[in-house]
């Protein structure tokens, strides 16, 4: 199971940062990703992280801006967001790739578990 948090209302050019509990045991070559859809949109991706840490994946829109992290001990994946615009404005839900063998990172369909969304609000 994955639960998400951290969500909230922010003003344009603050921060917030997003939790991704992860229950159970997630194996090394499992990928951790964040998405986000906006109201009326489609779910974009935003990041993601392999468990093992060896790599991460941005999405062009918040690259410089947003960095995903793991914590190993406490089964939990962070969504640092800085500088945040009105357009990051969303709900951003986790979600889990049991066994990522490369590519298509961005692809919400090869991902196996949703968490919850959580809402980020970014006023002007």
């Known amino acids: 199971q994955l639960q998400a948090s951290g969500g909230g209302l922010v003003q344009a050019g603050g921060s917030l940062r997003l939790n991704c509990a992860v229950s159970?045991?997630?194996?090394?070559?499992?990928?951790v990703g964040w998405f986000r859809q906006a109201p009326g949109k489609e779910r974009t991706f935003v990041a993601a992280i392999m468990w093992s840490g060896t790599s991460t994946y941005y999405a062009d829109s918040v690259k410089g801006r947003f960095t995903i992290a793991r914590d190993n001990a406490k089964n939990t994946v962070y969504l640092q967001m800085n500088s945040l615009e009105p357009e990051d404005t969303a709900v951003y839900s986790c979600a889990v790739d049991l066994a990522y063998s490369g590519g298509y990172y961005y692809d919400p369909r090869r991902f196996n578990y949703w968490g919850q969304g959580t809402q980020v609000t970014v006023s002007s």
């Open positions: 159970g045991r997630p194996l090394s070559r499992s990928l």
